[in-house]
């Protein structure tokens, strides 16, 4: 490869990596989607670690963290028992799988929080309670309430998305 070619193709991969943790996406994994993402042809985990530096196991690790998103997938290469990978080119695609990953696992985490709070605002009902706290009780379960619909709102966002994508 040209020396010029060379050194744009190692800004690109070194600016994702950088530009990966506002995403939350691990650098390592970023550069390899990067690089591959330039490549025309399948690459092996050697021709990649080599190219990166990294080490084999290394690159093993996080090609399947890639592989897991949709972003690389394994090619068979006749005559080869190596592992080759080739980039998913729509980064809109595989950013979009990673961030609904993410958030996939929030709504988890608040769809329990939301079953815990209301299961304790119901046995706190049951309680005789003055007419201060039944009113802050009711508080409680309106503000749930907005709080679950606004979980679903963002499922349904999250779904519409991916159906337009």
Known sequence: MDDKLELVQNKFVESVGRI???FGINRFVAQMYAFLYLKQEPLSLDEIAGALGASKGNVSINIRILEKWGAVRNIW??????????????IKKMLFSNFKTA???????????IQDFDAAIQSVKKDSLNEEDKKAAKIYEERLHKLNEFK?????????????L
């Open 20 to 22: 990966s943790d506002v």
């Open 77 to 90: 290469m006749k005559g080869s028992r190596k592992d080759y990978y080739e980039v998913e080119p729509d």
């Open 103 to 113: 958030i996939d696992k929030r709504l988890v985490e608040v769809s329990n929080m």
């Open 152 to 164: 679903k709102l963002i499922l349904g966002a999250l779904n519409l998305a991916g159906t337009l």
